[in-house]
Structure formats: structure tokens, C-alpha cells
């Protein structure tokens, strides 16, 4: 039996997703209560147990050949390296070159295997897109996976529509459109109308996930270990552990409904914010194109992620620039005029209450440059003898993740706006009853007045810090001046004294 819970314009079986959604022009309000009959999930049909072994031999085909995809691509990357590197003097320059072009050449392998394979090979490589530590080459070539998903046809969706209710699209909508109107690695959207009349967004998995998923993950770990075995230097083992919890956390679309509906929860008191026209939030063009300034949706999205991560302690884990969306507000003007859309709620950090806090502690405690504080919070958090480097490292870097960094700052956003909401999320965070939005309503008048008051001071405290610094930078310059001034002063009555001999 399938569980179907009831949210405010989510409803979700294990692989479908019902979603209130924006009319596709973006004209009619984004979020509705849709009613819905959790009756639908108990008559689930087991049509794998009807197919029997006829769906099991020919899913082990399917997934012998993906994996010899996989291997064809893994041996042939690894004799590339191994032949091309031969003989070069790992320090000059003609080895970097040759390295190059391998990794380049690497890369497009990885990028045709993902292409074919599909599935959770697409958010492999979305995955090492993402990473800074890997080479330049396989982010630039595995990006373009960001958005390129391809669509599957209606026909072999419907299966999923049986297993997850016992019932065709017919039954359950009024009107469904066949046609997908949005592609990820795992699954796609449609457009439909329930039964009374509401306008939905249907995520659909894409069927026979759950069988490929065991033979992908055992193929990429084997080739992990194998890479691991015949370049030592290879330290990225622990990316397929990781890789395989968080898609087992995606592939649960009822968990992705519960996670869209707490965040939503979360966000109820700021009217930028929507969980589900929108313009990809880092094309700067189409955004200033359509009166949007890019520097203050780098300020909201630095502002959001910051709220997460201080205050909710819950965070979206997979904020790459295909599910941020910025959506144009034509009822509102000046520079606040626009929404920052969040998609794909599958994958989640829970941060533990004793975490959350103890880094809001060390956020405040690297603005003001409290010493003991830093050590203490350090500690806590792990750090330990390395706890004095924490100034250096986290003050000269965003805390949320790469994606949510690089993203702000092609926007346009400055090292201090990010800092600066950082700083007012950690000391809300700090005076919080409880996790959650830091907005009155919530947390009560006293807790919400001492985080205004907090943050306030220190505001008060870093402007000052900063006019001290100011000061002595316009102090330094104007005696350089002066000095110069000096030097061709004394220099010219040289000449003079010179010309007069």
C-alpha cells in the first residue's frame, strides 16, 4: 500500500508527485489545498508480479549493457591516461598540456556514457559538474547535464500511474496533457486538472528506477574501487556512498512532498519566496532583460540559504541553477519585484539542533573576533587545535554550498553581502525558541525583538569597525600625497639650485 499524504497543493506517492501549480503562463496563483482521495493508493496494482520473469530477464539485459557502457568508458579513460602520460615529466609543461587534453577527452567519454545511460547516470554527472575538486575540464563538459534531460514517451510512463494507484491517467484527471512540459535525470513533469478543476503539475518517476538503481550504483562502486586500485592518487571513493544515499532520499517523491511542505512552513512569512515564469536564475541577460536587477537576487538567494541553514536547520541540497528559478512580478516595481522560485525538494540536510546552534555561536563569534568563543564553538563543532584557523577559513568563504557561492557571485554579489547575511541569520538563529522562521508570529515577540537588537549591534559595530579601516586607508593615501608632494618639491629646487651653479 502506497502512503498519499495531503499537503497544501502537494499530494505524493512513492513515484508521483502531484503539484498546484503556476498556470503556464504564469498568470494564476501558484499554490491551492487540492482534495484528494487516499483510497487511491490501496489498490495497488503488482504488475511486475503479473509480468513475472519476462520483466526480470529483461531488465538484467538492460542492465548488463548499461554496465558494459560503463566499463567500455571506465578502461578506455583509464589506457588514455596511462599511454597519453607516458614518458612526460609530471613538472613540465608539456605534461599539464597532455593532461588536459586526456581529461577533456575523459570528460566527453563520461558525457556520452550519462547521455545514453540515462537515469542515475545523468545525476551522477550532474553531481561532478558541481564539484570544484575535480578537474575544469569534466565541469565545463558534464554542465551542459544541468538541464539536458530527455523526455520519455507518455506511453511508457502510464505504467507508474498502475503500480502507484491500480488506475489509468483517465481515472485519476480530468484532463492530462501527454506532452511533458520539464525533464530532470529521474523524472518529468506534465500538466493536468484534477477532478475539480484545479490545475496540476504531475512529476512522474520514470518507471523501472528502482531495478536499475541497484546495478548502476554496484557498477559505480566496482569502478571506483578499480579506479582506486590503478591510480593511487584517486581520492573520491566516498562519492559513490554519498551519491547512492542521496538519490535513495530522491527517489521517494512522498519524502520530497513532506520536505517541499516544511520549507514552505518555513517560509510562509516572506512573500519573495515560492515552493512552486520564470527565467534560469543565472542568466543574467534575460533577467536584466526583463527589468530584474541580477545583484538583488544574489542578495535575496545568499539571504535564503542563510535562513536555512541558521534558523530552519533544514537545507536544500541541491540548489544548482535549474531549480532556482526567478519569477517577474508585474504588480510589483522598484528593486524588490520579483520571486525566487525553489524546485526539487528530494534531497535535504537535516542539521541536529546542537549543530545549528553551535555554528550560529561561531558566525558571530568570527565577526566579532571573539577568541575564546571561536575556540569553544570550534570544539564543539570538531575543529579542535584547528579551531584558530576558522577566521581565515570560513570569513573568506560562503558557507552554503558551492552551487548556492558561485551562483551569488556571477550575480553580482559582493564577499559583504553575502557576510552580512550570514551574520543576521546567525544571531537570529541564536535568539530562535526553536527551529524554524525567525518571523514574530513564530518565535514571539522577545525572541524576535533580542535578534533585531542583536543584530543591530553588531551592524552598529561592523560599520564602525569598517570606518576605522576607511580612515586609516584615506590616512595612508594623504600622506603618500604628501610625501610625493614633498619628494618633487625638494626634487624641483634641486633643479633650480643646479641650473643657478
Known amino acids: 500500500m502506497v502512503t498519499v499524504r495531503r499537503l497544501l497543493g502537494v499530494v505524493a506517492a512513492s513515484a508521483i508527485s502531484v503539484t498546484a501549480a503556476t498556470s503556464y503562463t504564469g498568470t494564476t496563483p501558484y499554490a491551492y489545498p ?15 508480479d503479473s509480468i513475472g520473469p519476462v520483466a526480470d530477464v529483461f531488465s538484467a539485459g538492460r542492465g548488463f549493457i548499461r554496465s558494459s557502457r560503463a566499463v567500455y568508458a571506465f578502461a578506455a579513460n583509464s589506457l588514455d591516461y596511462k599511454i597519453s602520460l607516458r614518458g612526460f615529466d609530471e613538472k613540465s609543461d608539456a605534461y599539464y598540456d597532455a593532461r588536459n587534453k586526456v581529461h577533456l577527452r ?18 551522477a554527472g550532474q553531481s561532478v559538474a558541481s564539484m570544484h575538486q575535480v578537474p575544469k575540464e569534466f565541469v565545463s563538459t558534464l554542465s551542459v547535464l544541468q538541464d539536458k534531460a530527455s523526455f520519455w514517451s507518455f506511453k511508457d510512463l502510464e505504467v507508474v500511474f498502475l503500480e502507484e494507484f491500480g488506475k489509468d491517467v483517465k481515472e485519476l484527471f480530468e484532463a492530462f496533457d501527454e506532452q511533458p512540459i520539464a ?14 478543476g484545479q490545475e496540476v503539475a504531475v512529476k512522474v518517476q520514470y518507471p523501472g528506477l528502482q531495478k536499475q538503481f541497484a546495478t548502476d550504483i ?3 562502486a566496482f569502478l571506483s574501487k578499480a579506479l582506486a586500485w590503478i591510480f593511487p592518487d ?33 517560509f510562509a512569512h516572506n512573500r519573495n519566496v515560492r515552493i512552486p515564469r520564470i527565467f534560469r536564475i543565472d542568466d543574467i541577460k ?16 545568499a539571504a535564503i540559504f542563510a535562513e536555512m541553514i541558521f534558523c530552519h536547520g533544514f537545507v536544500h541540497g541541491d540548489p544548482h541553477p535549474g531549480n532556482l528559478l526567478v519569477h517577474r512580478d508585474p504588480s510589483r516595481s522598484g528593486k524588490h ?20 546552534t553551535n555554528y550560529c555561536r561561531l558566525w558571530r563569534a568570527l565577526i566579532l573576533l571573539d577568541a575564546d568563543e571561536i575556540s569553544e564553538t570550534g570544539r564543539n563543532l570538531g575543529a579542535g587545535q584547528y579551531a584558530r584557523y576558522l577566521p581565515v577559513i570560513f570569513t573568506g568563504r560562503a558557507i552554503s554550498s558551492n552551487l548556492v557561492r558561485s551562483i551569488a557571485y556571477r550575480l553580482g554579489a559582493t564577499r559583504k553581502t553575502c557576510l552580512m547575511a550570514y551574520v543576521k541569520n546567525a544571531v537570529s538563529g541564536l535568539s530562535l525558541g526553536h527551529p524554524g522562521s ?35 586607508q584615506w590616512y595612508g593615501a594623504l600622506s603618500r600625497l604628501k610625501a610625493r608632494i614633498y619628494c618633487n618639491l625638494s626634487l624641483k629646487r634641486l633643479m633650480n639650485i643646479s641650473v643657478s651653479s
Open 34 to 48: 487540492i482534495t484528494w482521495n487516499p483510497q487511491l493508493a490501496s489498490s495497488k496494482l503488482r504488475l511486475n
Open 106 to 123: 575523459a570528460a566527453k567519454r563520461l558525457l556520452r556514457l550519462c547521455e545514453k545511460n540515462r537515469g542515475f547516470y545523468i545525476k
Open 183 to 196: 525533464a530532470a535525470s529521474l523524472a518529468q513533469v506534465h500538466r493536468g486538472f484534477l477532478k475539480n
Open 218 to 220: 554496484a557498477t559505480m
Open 234 to 266: 584517486y581520492q573520491f571513493e566516498w562519492l559513490v556512498g554519498e551519491f547512492e544515499k542521496n538519490v535513495v532520499r530522491e527517489l521517494d517523491f512522498t519524502q520530497e512532498a513532506d520536505n517541499a511542505d516544511r520549507t514552505a512552513k518555513s
Open 286 to 301: 534575460s533577467l536584466e532583460k526583463a527589468g530584474v536587477d541580477p545583484k538583488e537576487v544574489a542578495s535575496l538567494l
Open 337 to 356: 519585484n520579483f520571486d525566487i522560485v525553489i524546485l526539487d525538494h528530494g534531497l535535504y540536510r537535516e542539521l541536529g539542533e546542537k549543530f545549528r
Open 438 to 472: 525567525p518571523d514574530l508570529y513564530e518565535q514571539g515577540l522577545l525572541a524576535y525583538t533580542k535578534a533585531k537588537f542583536d543584530y543591530a549591534n553588531l551592524r552598529i559595530r561592523l560599520e564602525f569597525f569598517e570606518f576605522l579601516i576607511a580612515a586609516y
